[in-house]
């Protein structure tokens, strides 16, 4: 009897991981990764911080909902060929689409300005070097990387980075968890939902199913298909289909779930040692990770600043890579990280203007932590929109051909968007 598509695609993926453990993985893990970037670290941190483990609900919620639409973003890339700007360039009004990258390019450039403030902050606490210092070289190896790397290189180190989000797992096994009532509090929490845990609700539900990441993960798909010569999209060639969509659905799901269970981490051991501590406001990154020192020990301390570090130097290329994808693609622009800076001089400016206008914000009087939180809850409100748009792309037979999004994965996407609105709404109950 002949070997099922999946039983052998599965057969085949497992192969190649046993023998390079991150060689093989796609742009899920990545993606995954750069979703708890500093400022979801900030916004979960201050999730744990006020409700300790009632806010821990949130994370298997939002798994289900996070992979669903990231998949159906990296399926519409690799079906289409195009990225997710382009096709809603397409498919909707002009006005759609400058709305969108408007909105996103505001919200990316605060994002990095808190991201690599935290990363400045976090860098100081370890090797006692002036933040703003640190901050400087931080932006400086990240735009050498993204500028002057193929994207075939670059993608080694940021899939190596990947491995700090471990840095939470391990803070746990520093600290005492009372593991049946985490449990218990896990599906059964005792919230009282007012305006104010409204607008955390918020901010996790935004910083967990970020907009950046929905153009990130179309776009490195076409990265990828460039990559490994698969030059045209399963509209015009599905003789590969069935494995390239069984390869997406294991990277995304994976992905997310790497990402879903770190944040859940990070929310658990910020709820048993600062809100424990009666520690329930954090005003910036070194506080979250220095109020872990005495609380839970050098170790955990230690932890926690270095994981911000590592999931930062991918963070920050992600959101700048995301926003210069969406307005190279609504221009018509050259794009692409493969690309040498010379054939794509709009492309990598946008990336260079983002971060160092991100540097600039960062000397303003805006608190950094308040700047991480509130680019969560700004994405949270701005994800609304764009997911009903990406529901209706990956539906819709005239974008995606015979490869449109399973029925589960469509209603997912809708649950996605009416939940997010609805704690939207909730946020602006008065406290």
């Known amino acids: 009897m002949p070997r099922k598509p999946a039983q052998h695609v599965g057969k085949v993926l497992w192969t190649r991981l046993k023998q390079h453990p991150l060689a093989h993985v796609g742009p899920g893990l990545i993606t995954g990764v750069a979703d708890d970037d500093p400022s979801g670290i900030a916004t979960y941190s201050q999730a744990g911080a006020?409700?300790?483990?009632?806010?821990?609900?949130?994370?298997?919620?939002?798994?289900?909902?996070?992979?669903?639409?990231?998949?159906?973003?990296?399926?519409?890339?690799?079906?289409?060929?195009?990225?997710?700007?382009?096709?809603?360039?397409?498919?909707?009004?002009?006005?759609?689409?400058?709305?969108?990258?408007?909105?996103?390019?505001?919200?990316?450039?605060?994002?990095?300005?808190?991201?690599?403030?935290?990363?400045?902050?976090?860098?100081e606490l370890v090797t006692s070097v002036d933040r703003h210092i640190m901050t400087v070289a931080f932006v400086i190896v990240s735009l050498a990387l993204q500028i002057a790397m193929p994207y075939h290189r670059y993608v080694r180190y940021l899939k190596w980075l990947t491995l700090s989000l471990l840095a939470y797992a391990a803070v746990l096994f520093t600290v005492h968890v009372p593991w049946k009532t985490v449990g218990l509090r896990t599906f059964w929490p005792t919230l009282r939902f007012d305006g104010s845990a409204a607008m955390v609700v918020v901010g996790v539900f935004g910083t967990t199913i970020s907009p950046y990441l929905f153009f990130w993960q179309a776009s490195e798909e076409i990265e990828d298909m460039r990559?490994?010569?698969?030059?045209?999209?399963?509209?015009?060639?599905a003789s590969s289909g069935a494995s390239e969509l069984m390869r997406i659905k294991w990277d995304t799901w994976s992905g997310m779930l790497y990402s879903n269970i770190?944040?859940?981490?990070?929310?658990?051991?910020?709820?048993?040692?600062?809100?424990?501590?009666?520690?329930?406001?954090?005003?910036?990154?070194?506080?979250?990770?220095?109020?872990?020192?005495?609380?839970?020990?050098?170790?955990?301390?230690?932890?926690?600043?270095?994981?911000?570090?590592?999931?930062?130097?991918?963070?920050?290329?992600?959101?700048?890579?995301?926003?210069?994808?969406?307005?190279?693609?609504?221009?018509?622009?050259?794009?692409?990280?493969?690309?040498?800076?010379?054939?794509?001089?709009?492309?990598?400016?946008?990336?260079?203007?983002?971060?160092?206008?991100?540097?600039?914000?960062?000397?303003?009087?805006?608190?950094?932590?308040?700047?991480?939180?509130?680019?969560?809850?700004?994405?949270?409100?701005?994800?609304?929109?764009?997911?009903?748009?990406?529901?209706?792309?990956?539906?819709?037979?005239?974008?995606?051909?015979?490869?449109?999004?399973?029925?589960?994965?469509?209603?997912?996407?809708?649950?996605?968007?009416?939940?997010?609105?609805?704690?939207?709404?909730?946020?602006?109950?008065?406290?």
């Open 227 to 237: 990559l490994h010569g698969l030059a045209k999209p399963l509209r015009q060639d």
């Open 262 to 431: 770190a944040a859940y981490f990070i929310i658990l051991a910020t709820a048993v040692t600062l809100h424990v501590a009666g520690i329930t406001e954090i005003t910036t990154a070194a506080q979250a990770a220095s109020a872990l020192r005495p609380l839970a020990g050098e170790l955990a301390y230690l932890l926690f600043a270095l994981g911000i570090l590592g999931v930062g130097l991918i963070g920050v290329p992600v959101l700048a890579g995301s926003a210069s994808y969406a307005l190279c693609e609504a221009m018509n622009w050259q794009w692409g990280l493969e690309r040498k800076a010379r054939d794509a001089r709009g492309f990598y400016g946008i990336i260079a203007i983002s971060v160092l206008a991100a540097v600039i914000i960062q000397y303003s009087p805006i608190q950094p932590m308040k700047a991480l939180f509130w680019s969560a809850v700004i994405n949270g409100v701005v994800a609304v929109p764009l997911l009903v748009v990406i529901v209706l792309l990956a539906s819709r037979k005239s974008v995606m051909g015979d490869f449109t999004a399973p029925k589960v994965v469509i209603y997912m996407g809708w649950t996605a968007a009416f939940t997010m609105g609805i704690a939207t709404l909730c946020m602006l109950i008065p406290r």
């Open 50 to 123: 006020q409700y300790g483990l009632d806010m821990l609900w949130t994370m298997p919620l939002t798994f289900p909902m996070m992979a669903a639409v990231q998949s159906m973003c990296a399926r519409i890339g690799r079906v289409t060929g195009i990225g997710l700007a382009a096709n809603i360039k397409q498919a909707f009004p002009p006005y759609v689409l400058r709305l969108v990258v408007l909105l996103l390019l505001v919200a990316n450039i605060l994002n990095i300005a808190a991201d690599i403030a935290a990363m400045g902050e976090a860098a």
